[in-house]
């Protein structure tokens, strides 16, 4: 009995500290976000927010290529989470970026009014791009401590995310606007 206890502590805390979406297509995206972009991670900072209880932290992109929207060259995108003086808030589901890394990102205002940008449907809205030795570039939304709620079955479980090739995405995404 205990045992069983143990395991289903287990279980239900590693839900308590998990991010849960309700998954969205890439259509959904689009039509939420008034700003998609390719861009590379040029630099980040974390910052405390005014009331001194939330980190946020801000990474600067150079824009690539823009699929939606109109955008500068550099575009700010505001997450929550990072590091301050020592303090680290972690949150599932928001993976940030390193200078270098390059993503298509579906973006919209924030409702803090910084100037920033926020990721559409939290993971979701945030593709990660991979190139491969034979020169493929493929793109992922997925993160192991994300879950995704299943309205049709009524369950949760592990989030995934899409993978898939960048120039699928990027029909997917041209289609979407042109509706």
């Known amino acids: 009995m ?8 287990l279980a239900v805390s590693r839900l308590l500290f998990a991010t849960t979406v309700i998954p969205l297509g890439v259509e959904s995206l689009t039509r939420m976000s008034t700003h998609v972009v390719e861009g590379k991670a040029v630099s980040s900072t974390s910052q405390w927010n005014s ?3 939330f980190i946020f932290t801000y990474t600067q992109f150079e824009v690539q290529k823009t699929l939606k929207g109109q955008t500068p060259n550099t575009v700010t995108v505001r997450q929550i989470g990072g590091t301050v003086e020592g303090i680290t808030q972690k949150v599932a589901g928001v993976r940030h970026w390193r200078p270098g890394e390059e993503a298509v990102l579906f973006l919209q205002p924030s409702s803090i009014p910084d100037g920033a940008l926020v990721v559409t449907g939290l993971i979701q809205g945030n593709f990660l791009m991979r190139r ?37 995405l990027e029909s997917r995404i041209q289609k979407a606007v042109v509706k």
């Open 51 to 53: 009331e001194h209880t």
């Open 132 to 168: 491969t030795p034979a020169g493929q570039t493929y793109v992922s939304n997925g993160m192991p401590d994300a879950f995704e709620y299943k309205a049709a079955a009524g369950e949760v479980t592990s989030y995934r995310g899409n993978t898939m090739q960048l120039d699928e």
């Open 2 to 9: 205990k045992r069983f206890a143990y395991l289903l502590l």
